[in-house]
Nanobody
Framework: QVQLVESGGGLVQAGGSLRLSCAAS????????MGWYRQAPGKQRELVAR???????NYADSVKGRFTISRDNAKNTGYLQMNSLKPEDTAVYYC???????????????WGQGTQVTVSS
């Protein structure tokens, strides 16, 4: 089985920073893309940032220049550095990854449980 566990959320003032982590564990053979999504109350879940196994990244327009996604392949861990946070960044942030497990012939999508980020004005 595979688990994704996020950490690093919390309450921060506007202009502040947070760093989210996503640790993958279990019978992992390889991790392809990793991504961060967020869902604010009453809104649909949206992609925030994504990183491939080769390190290519893409970001939502709303976070470009403020957020940075990265990963440590040796630790099976992804990160989201969030700077210059705004109240509109308030949401539950979810980690997702495309993972090939041991003994499997194909990859599957896995999701973490989410971590709350609240930015006060």
């Amino acid at each position: 089985q595979v688990q994704l566990v996020e950490s690093g959320g919390g309450l921060v003032q506007a202009g502040g920073s947070l760093r989210l982590s996503c640790a993958a564990s279990g019978s992992i053979f390889s991790i392809d893309a990793m991504g961060w999504y967020r869902q604010a109350p009453g809104k649909q879940r949206e992609l925030v940032a994504r990183i491939t196994s080769g390190g290519s990244t893409n970001y939502a327009d709303s976070v470009k220049g403020r957020f940075t996604i990265s990963r440590d392949n040796a630790k099976n861990t992804g990160y989201l550095q969030m700077n210059s946070l705004k109240p509109e960044d308030t949401a539950v942030y979810y980690c997702a990854a495309v993972i090939l497990t041991m003994g499997s012939g194909w990859s599957n999508d896995y999701w973490g449980q989410g971590t709350q980020v609240t930015v006060s004005s």
